[in-house]
């Protein structure tokens, strides 16, 4: 319902994916259909012969399948997913619920997955004929007799229509080798466009995944640009002149680059767009308006809350929580309409009315005004406090929005300026100053969108919100010091000298979800996470290690110089490996006289601990020692001492 | 833990601070209890036990005060003494406040009274110590004794203020025409005396003034994360970098209080409590509690849920839609395990960063505090990223078992600091891929890309927008003469705003709520200046860009219209004719297709009726038929879709007449049974009336359809 997909970020009013004017529930719902022929069924060899192996482009479809519906699960897991085959030999279509009394209505069509968020044995199912050729072959078998388009297309709009009545995004993604099912017969023909208008009345977007053959390439204007439509009607924010780039992504190739390719098509269209906000006037001056909508193409994609399990019936079941609002003094249900906001404030409560409450928090209507323009170079790096949004013309309120808007990016990005904005995105919500910067296009190696060109606005922080800076000594490194370090960071560039978010899944959430798909699919329970965000140590040590040798001894040096004996150090900068031993002792034999805590050296104390440990008397270490041991193993050093005795042994159990 | 402090207010509230001078609209008094009701409402929000306030009132009628032995020291009152000031002494205060019937007393006494009574309060222990003097300076003032009573103030280390209305402060430019001989005569009296106790002394004028800048509170700052900054793993490599450092906050945001509900109290009948007189307002509320039950679905139940107890309830997680429950013993088994760190990944050209990828707040990474070489050692790390261009990118965990996020680490130097700025980056997860197309070209279908179009800039809209830009240029700076924004000078408008509003709420709870203070919209409209400077180049963009408003009317459907074509532009709705059927009779199972269809080929006004009829039908069957509520959501999307249908056709009638018969059925429970979940999920999902305000053509006002679904 739509109400539960309501987000709220922490402490933040921010609602996403509420459309206020629509009854529609805001959620997608995807049906893969993939065309099961014998040349769909065809594997095609590898021409790298690095990577052997062959893929028919129905099982690099599957694959797609499965992994799109892995990842919604992560992130989108209200939204629907199914799968259809079509051509098949075998036929199926909800026999078992007997709606549908004519067993055979829609004859070599087999719904392998129902529409409807999928459960693990779905999951199960689906991973099963992608990756086992011999599951695969029970239902993979194409039927002689040619399916008719129209009988696929209005299959799919009976799911849609019984599955997923009400969804803001239905939409239909066709995997097909074949760019012309019905050359021969016309009456086939038209009654597929007919079908494919019911669809789009309906309001389900098809989408087109063609794969060209060996030898043709998939031509769209034979077939599919009868079936397929500018835009569904509901996509209602889509650019008027947006069309579906069915020609640019053709999959083609060997069976590895087929499947790369298409996956990274279908990845694009994972989504649906969601607008965080709509129709919004960006005002450049007084008077001279433009509209456009805003989305989240970055925002922290955090685990789902846990939830309470009823365990009392055949099979676990959520139990859905329901929060009634009652008076303290009579325990009677109370209506929201009688509800009244109060501020604690002197030990008492002051109180304001609805009305007031809404006049406190209201500072206009939705707006992003510019009020000036600063070099990029303005733009302090410290300067943020949340994800920005991202923001792209619509012609809806204003024709001619979209060639203003691109005039304003492509001079903001030829001058590298931003613009100093007044932001209200939404009715009622707060507003903040903040800069809004042009983004260029970016496209990925296979040539999809990475990152769409537009404009972003990035919220400044208020006076309020920054925080005084700690003082502490500064010393100044010497040249040499610096240019040692320099060559140690030249040896450690990322690859493209870049951040690519898409190499770093983040650790946690992906091992949250592994876990329960193992507990949900009854498997084993894997031991190690991949972390992808661990840094390559081997190769950190193989590049760089003389350089930081170099460079340590260089520090120790100036160190030494320094602060002499009277330097305030506490730990040493390169723990020395046993051989180096004598070096850090010689460190250890100088000791700071000016002890800030009780022990001088990292390394002293680790062996110290470590023999303490060997000998069983960790317990009578002292609780400084502890805790500056756990910290620097990245440990909690929080408890009472017994809680850290246990953790130190725990440490080196563990390394033992 | 801030420091104690310990502030006597001393308000003259002598008879001629009843009268209103130089056209203010409020008596003297009343305009120096501004300044003053700030001030003390500043600290009863802040809330600490700790901080301590008394207020005494000068040439009052009555005298109540330790050393009212002595008739210098009478006509002053201490109307509460030291200590946390809450609800109930506000109201007190605020209630004795008065202008009095007499002019006498002196306030070099009240400041010695003041004194004595700071003395007696915090002995010899650490308290900030302050007096605040607010009078008009006409009454009697005795210079006996007044440089020992300085010397004791310093000597004391009490803070001394002193606020006159209609001081002369030429510094801040008021002078007040025509002063009465004995005013300027007390005003340098006190002047000297503010010199010598080195304390301040000011114009009430400019106090009042600077109450709307904002006042930006300040947070100890506390480190975030200690531990090392690593580069390689020193448990395998004798090569790793470890450097001890500590994380800050450089920008978290202050959000503003948080209200709690409340309702009235049960017997308290109605009314607005601004309505009451202000004591007792706090109580007439009692607080609101949230009560929890829990339901799973039975489709033997009636309504087809079942309550279960929470005690027969376990944790667990949802995997897509099957529920997966996590044992007791199992709690963690999903949480991936962590030790603190900050380890370097590797690192980046500065110019090869889009800076909005920025995800959080930012954080400082410094050198460990009193770590000389720590901080030679981060130091020669930030100098080397500064002068490579680089930032770094690291894998950081602030606490043993939190999940691990990559940050950016930009290097910061500038003369009075020195640090790495911390931010988060996004994830895999992170980012969307929502498509658009490109902005400087332009596709087609065909496949050939265009460069002129109606979507793109011509050159001389190009031109004309350029030079717009150029003149919109803000000259901002910061101290160094850098390029800057105005950042320190933007503050938090909801933050203050509801600050300010609770504040004066307590002291005034039969006021209505202010208006925001200037200085918080300061940002709302770019400066008039620059506007009459840009002027001609944005008539010239206007002129250049030749936008045009849509009409709301034709926002919906005839600007589709041209879309409902395949991508080809083949006439689909030439093939439907051919179909006979198709016109007749909507079939249920492609009921909304076939509705649309039927409509957009209609050739008589009989046919949307007919077409409306059918339809009706239809979902009055589904609603029939539903098991429980699972074709409601169906019908919704039915009744929605007839809903904008005939709208755009201009038949709300036609709508609300069904919509009116189907309340009359499922109130009747005609419709198989309690159907009132239906009508609460119609409700929800804005499906109503069609009112005036969506369609000409309606009969319905917007109060009308509103009504229509409250429940009676």
């Not at chain 1, 987000?7 to 933040?12: F, K, L, N, Q, R």
């Not at chain 1, 760019?179 to 009654?191: G, I, L, Q, T």
């Not at chain 1, 019911?198 to 060996?214: A, Q, W």
Request: charged share 30%.
């Amino acid at each position: 319902m739509a109400e539960d997909n309501y987000t709220w970020e922490e402490g933040d009013f921010e609602e996403e994916d509420v459309d206020e004017t629509s009854f529609r529930s805001v959620k997608d719902a995807v049906l893969f259909a993939i065309d099961v022929s014998s040349s769909m069924l065809t594997p095609r060899p590898s021409n790298d012969p690095k990577k052997p192996g062959a893929e028919s482009p129905a099982s690099a479809a599957l694959k797609c399948a499965y992994h799109l519906m892995q990842q919604r699960i992560i992130s989108n897991p209200n939204d629907m997913i199914g799968v259809l085959l079509y051509g098949t030999e075998s036929s199926k279509f909800y026999e078992e619920y007997g709606e549908n009394r004519e067993d055979l209505s829609y004859p070599h069509c087999y719904l392998f997955t129902d529409l409807d968020i999928p459960s693990a044995d779905e999951v199960k199912a689906l991973r099963a004929v992608a990756e086992d050729e011999e599951e695969a072959n029970k239902i993979l078998q194409p039927s002689n007799e040619r399916v008719p388009m129209s009988n696929v297309l209005f299959c799919a709009n009976q799911i849609f229509t019984s599955k997923a009545p009400n969804f803001l995004s239905r939409r239909l993604f066709i995997v097909t080798d074949n760019d012309n099912p019905h050359a021969d017969n016309k009456s086939f023909r038209s009654a597929s466009t007919v079908r494919a208008r019911d669809l789009y009345d309906l309001g389900v977007t098809i989408e087109l995944f063609p794969i060209s053959r060996p030898d043709h390439v998939f031509d769209t204007s034979k077939f599919y640009d009868d079936i397929i439509y500018k835009t569904a009607p509901s996509d209602g924010e889509a650019p008027a002149y947006l069309h579906p780039d069915t020609n640019t992504s053709t999959a083609k190739g060997d069976g590895i680059s087929l499947l790369n390719s298409l996956l990274s098509s279908i990845n694009s269209r994972s989504v649906p767009r969601r607008s965080l906000f709509t129709n919004v006037p960006l005002e450049l001056g007084p008077d001279f308006k433009i509209s456009v909508n805003g989305y989240l193409l970055l925002k922290k994609q955090e685990p789902a809350r846990s939830c309470y399990v009823w365990l009392g019936g055949e099979t676990p079941q959520i139990a859905k929580g329901i929060t009634t609002q009652m008076a303290e003094d009579t325990a009677q249900t109370v209506e929201k309409s009688e509800i009244r906001k109060a501020y604690k404030f002197g030990g008492e409560q002051v109180s304001f009315t609805t009305e007031e409450q809404q006049a406190l928090r209201y500072f206009g209507s939705p707006i992003i005004r510019i009020i000036g323009f600063r070099p990029l170079s303005a733009l302090p790096i410290w300067a943020n406090v949340k994800h920005p949004s991202f923001i792209y013309p619509t012609e809806e309120d204003y024709i001619g929005s979209t060639r203003v808007f691109s005039a304003l990016q492509q001079k903001l990005l030829k001058d590298q300026k931003l613009a100093l904005v007044w932001f209200i995105p939404r009715k009622n919500a707060t507003p903040c100053l903040a800069a809004m910067i042009p983004g260029e296009e970016k496209v990925d190696d296979n040539g999809v969108q990475k990152i769409p060109p537009g404009m972003w606005i990035i919220p400044l922080p208020f006076a309020d919100d920054i925080r005084q800076n700690p003082d502490y000594p500064r010393h100044e490194p010497s040249e040499d010091l610096i240019d040692a370090m320099r060559d140690v960071t030249g040896q450690l560039e990322l690859p493209k000298k870049s951040y690519d978010a898409q190499k770093y899944p983040n650790p946690s959430l992906q091992w949250h979800y592994r876990i329960l798909q193992a507990l949900a699919l009854d498997e084993d329970v894997p031991e190690t996470p991949e972390d992808k965000t661990t840094p390559k140590y081997r190769q950190i040590d193989k590049r760089a290690r003389d350089y930081v040798l170099a460079w340590s001894d260089l520090l120790n040096e100036e160190a030494k110089t320094a602060f002499g004996g009277t330097a305030a150090t506490k730990s040493t900068l390169v723990k020395r490996g046993p051989k180096d031993r004598a070096d850090s002792a010689g460190d250890a034999a100088d000791p700071p006289k000016k002890r800030v805590k009780t022990e001088g050296d990292a390394a002293s104390l680790d062996d110290e601990i470590k023999r303490s440990f060997e000998k069983g008397t960790v317990a009578k270490l002292t609780m400084p020692m502890l805790k500056e041991f756990l910290t620097s193993k990245g440990r909690s050093a929080a408890g009472k001492k017994a809680d850290l005795v246990d953790r130190v042994e725990q440490y080196f159990e563990q390394k033992l | 833990m801030a420091e104690k402090e310990a502030t006597v207010y001393i308000v003259d509230v002598g008879r001629s601070m009843g009268g209103r001078h130089h056209g203010r609209s409020v008596t003297d008094l009343e305009w120096a209890m501004q300044y003053v009701w700030d001030k003390i409402t500043c600290t009863v929000g802040n809330g600490r036990k700790t901080a301590t306030l008394a207020v005494v009132a000068l040439r009052s009628d009555e005298t109540s005060n330790e050393l009212s032995e002595d008739p210098s020291y009478s006509r002053i009152s201490v109307l509460s003494n030291l200590g946390q000031c809450l609800m109930p002494d506000i109201r007190k205060l605020r209630d004795a406040i008065k202008p009095s019937n007499t002019n006498r007393g002196d306030a070099i006494s009240s400041i010695v009274v003041a004194t004595q009574m700071i003395n007696q309060f915090t002995r010899t222990l650490k308290y900030k110590r302050k007096i605040v003097l607010v009078t008009n300076g006409t009454g009697p003032m005795s210079g006996d004794g007044i440089e020992e009573i300085a010397k004791k103030l310093v000597k004391d280390n009490i803070e001394m203020v002193i606020l006159g209305v209609d001081f002369d402060d030429p510094e801040y430019g008021v002078k007040e025409e025509d002063k009465d001989p004995h005013k300027a005569q007390n005003e340098k009296l006190l002047s000297e005396f503010a010199e010598n106790c080195q304390g301040q002394y000011g114009t009430m004028e400019q106090a009042i003034a600077e109450l709307d800048m904002p006042r930006v509170k300040l947070v100890k700052p506390l480190p975030s994360f200690k531990g090392m900054l690593r580069l390689g793993d020193p448990q395998k490599y004798d090569s790793a970098i470890q450097i001890p450092v500590e994380r800050y906050s450089r920008t978290y945001v202050a959000h503003p209080p948080s209200a709690s509900s409340f309702v009235l109290r049960s017997g308290t009948t109605g009314g607005e409590p601004e309505g009451e007189s202000g004591p007792g307002q706090g109580d007439t509320l009692t607080s609101v509690r949230l009560s929890r039950t829990y339901q799973v679905e039975d489709a033997s139940a009636p309504g087809g849920k079942v309550d279960v107890e929470r005690d027969d309830l376990a944790k667990g997680y949802e995997y897509g839609r099957t529920a997966v429950h996590i044992s007791s013993t199992d709690e963690n088994i999903t949480r991936l395990e962590t030790s603190a760190c900050l380890d370097l990944i590797g690192f980046i050209r500065q110019d090869h960063y889009d800076r909005y990828l920025h995800m959080s707040n930012t954080n400082i990474i410094i050198p460990e505090r009193m770590n000389d070489k720590a901080s030679l050692a981060l130091s020669s790390l930030t100098h080397a990223l500064w002068e490579q261009s680089y930032y770094a990118v690291a894998r950081m965990v602030t606490k043993e078992n939190r999940p691990p996020m990559v940050v950016l680490l930009a290097p910061s130097i500038t003369a009075e600091y020195e640090c790495l700025i911390e931010v988060q980056l996004p994830f895999a997860e992170d980012v969307r891929s929502y498509r658009f197309p490109p902005l400087d070209k332009v596709n087609t279908v065909s496949g050939k890309v265009v460069t002129e179009h109606r979507n793109l800039p011509s050159e001389d809209l190009q031109k004309a927008m350029d030079d717009y830009v150029d003149s919109m240029e803000m000259d901002y700076k910061d101290e160094l003469g850098n390029d800057a924004l105005p950042i320190d000078d933007s503050f938090s408008p909801l933050l203050h705003r509801i600050e300010s509003a609770v504040r004066h709420r307590a002291v005034h709870p039969n006021d209505p709520v202010l208006e925001p203070p200037e200085i918080l919209a300061k940002f709302a409209q770019p400066d008039p200046e620059l506007v009459r400077q840009s002027k001609q180049f944005l008539d010239e963009l206007v002129s250049k860009a030749d936008v045009k408003k849509v009409p709301p009317k034709t926002k919906g459907r005839k600007r589709q219209r041209e879309t409902e074509k395949p991508l080809s532009g083949l006439d689909v709705d030439a093939l439907l004719n051919q179909e006979p059927e198709r016109s007749k009779r909507i079939s249920p199972e492609n009921a909304i297709p076939e509705f649309k269809q039927m409509l957009s080929r209609a050739d008589s006004i009989e046919a949307i009726p007919d077409a409306v009829k059918q339809m009706c039908t239809i979902i009055e069957t589904q609603v029939r038929n539903s098991l429980g509520n699972a074709n409601y959501d169906r019908v919704v999307e039915e009744m929605g879709t007839m809903r904008g249908e005939l709208v755009d056709y201009e038949e709300p009638a036609l709508y609300n007449d069904f919509l009116r018969s189907l309340k009359e059925k499922i109130l009747r429970e005609e419709l198989g049974g309690d159907r009132r979940e239906l009508w609460w999920l119609l409700r929800r999902s804005r499906v109503g009336l069609i009112d005036q305000n969506t369609s000409d053509r309606s009969e319905v006002s917007e109060q009308e359809a509103k009504d229509f679904f409250s429940p009676t």
